[in-house]
């Protein structure tokens, strides 16, 4: 029998495929075969001299943008991952970062007086003293200014542990104490520092303008909380305020309440919102709270109202219809407050020289004709606390600082000092020219 012969060999792989699967699959070789890896994997390489320089660069800027503890370098875990995506990598110690951090610290705070040397403006400071959660009291002090592009700069400059007694001789010592670190006179480079109206704080700034010349302003934004909060102790109002919180303290607490308003949202069209709760030391909140109450009025009636929801002995949580009407009101009392706050907190534009015309149109809105008589208390009161704590910021003193006045002066939007008296405005442009002359 004659065999035909060829010198290629496909024919003979093709029959083993067919006829002898099992030698096919064992005769495969493989050492010859290569080996494809996932795409997620890389090649593993030691880690270079360059590579872990780089490495512990950057695990120290996870520490600093991302607020992370020095212990992270110390944790098994964090060490182990390191370790697994840099063999060969070495996590340096935590007195290490501690060093690194204490460095970066010092080339970040040269930098910044640096800048503060290089600026073209005057600087104003804001200052706040406040509480963290675990009750650590804080000093917090910023700068501001505008840099040789004409845009607003801001930076803060500290925030302190305050473990001494909060008194007004001790802030204006610890406000010092930051000017001279950052190199800069509070006498010759602040114009101004914006503080909020506790007595202490209010206090410091005093001294410090007795003692350096300095302008204080008082923080708008807690003007208008101290305002609002002020007239809503109204007892009507505060009642219904006081219904409306426990009822979304209702829903909050309960799955099966907060599952059914979601059926009734879906059922009657309205938004798959979530209440909203109010806290006390954002009177806005309790703004947001109200609308989104009123939104979903419909659905909570409904939810409160199923018996396999709410049981008999928290029918009570239901909303009174006058209580509803005085929250509705209580809205549109509220809109032009809220609305002036959202605009007092902005940090790219300037809001000192809006403030005046702002006061004004605040004192107007609450010249708003309400049916309901609680409301028509809360714009009476609202009215009171406006001209009162806004009349320093709103009135041309010819022996104040007049930082307001001046500012409103000088913005093309306002310069015609439409709520000044004639001489006034005579007086503010008068003054406004000295100064100029007095600057050259």
């Known amino acids: 029998m004659e065999l035909a012969y060829h010198t290629s060999t496909t024919a003979m792989l093709e029959h083993l495929k ?50 992370r503890p020095l212990s992270l370098v110390e944790g098994e875990a964090f060490i182990d991952m390191i370790e697994y995506a840099c063999p060969g990598f070495k996590c340096p110690s935590r007195w290490w970062f501690t060093k690194q951090l204490e460095k970066a610290y010092q080339r970040v705070l040269d930098d910044l007086k640096g800048n503060l040397k290089k600026r073209s403006s005057k600087i104003t400071l804001t200052t706040d003293a406040w509480t963290s959660i675990a009750t650590e009291a804080y000093l917090g002090v910023t700068c501001h200014y505008i840099n040789e592009n004409w845009e607003m700069v801001s930076f803060v400059l500290c925030t302190k542990p305050l473990e001494d007694r909060h008194t007004g001789d001790n802030i204006a ?165 809220e609305q002036a706050t959202v605009f007092l907190s902005g940090e790219a534009y300037v809001t000192v020289s809006v403030l005046p015309p702002l006061v004004k149109g605040l004192q107007k809105s609450t010249q708003k004709a309400f049916e309901s008589a609680p409301i028509a208390t809360f714009q009476t009161a ?26 409103t002066a000088l913005d093309p939007r306002f310069r015609k000092l439409k709520f000044l008296s004639t001489d006034d405005i005579l007086k503010v442009k008068i003054k406004l020219q000295t100064l100029a002359l007095d600057a050259r």
Request: charged content about 25%; some cysteine.
């Open 18 to 67: 067919r006829r002898h699967p099992l030698v096919s699959r064992g005769g495969n070789n493989d050492k010859t075969k290569q080996r494809t890896l996932p795409p997620y994997l890389g090649k593993e390489a030691q880690c270079t001299p360059e590579k872990a320089v780089e490495l512990s660069k950057r695990i120290l800027r996870v520490i600093v943008k991302d607020m």
């Open 173 to 337: 010592l610890w406000i010092e104490e930051v000017a001279e670190k950052f190199d800069f006179s509070l006498h010759d480079d602040v114009q101004t520092i914006v503080h909020d109206n506790a007595a202490n704080v209010v206090k410091a700034l005093r001294i410090l303008e007795e003692k350096h010349g300095v302008a204080s302003l008082r923080c708008a934004g807690h003007t208008t909380q101290l305002i609002v909060n002020h007239a809503l102790k109204e007892p009507r109002i505060n009642k219904a305020l006081g219904a409306a919180r426990s009822l979304v303290t209702y829903f909050h607490s309960s799955k099966v309440a907060t599952l059914k308003l979601k059926l009734k949202q879906e059922q009657m069209g309205t938004p798959h919102h979530k209440l909203s709760q109010d806290v006390p030391i954002r009177w806005n909140s309790s703004f947001y709270m109200i609308k989104r109450l009123l939104e979903q009025r419909w659905p909570v009636t409904a939810t409160l109202s199923d018996p396999e929801v709410t049981k008999a002995a928290k029918h009570y949580l239901d909303m009174r219809a006058d209580q509803w009407s005085i929250l509705g009101d209580l809205h549109q009392a509220l809109e032009p407050f």
């Open 382 to 407: 609202a009215a009171a606390e406006i001209a009162s704590r806004w009349k320093v910021e709103t009135t041309y003193d010819e022996d104040g600082k007049n930082v307001c006045i001046f500012a």
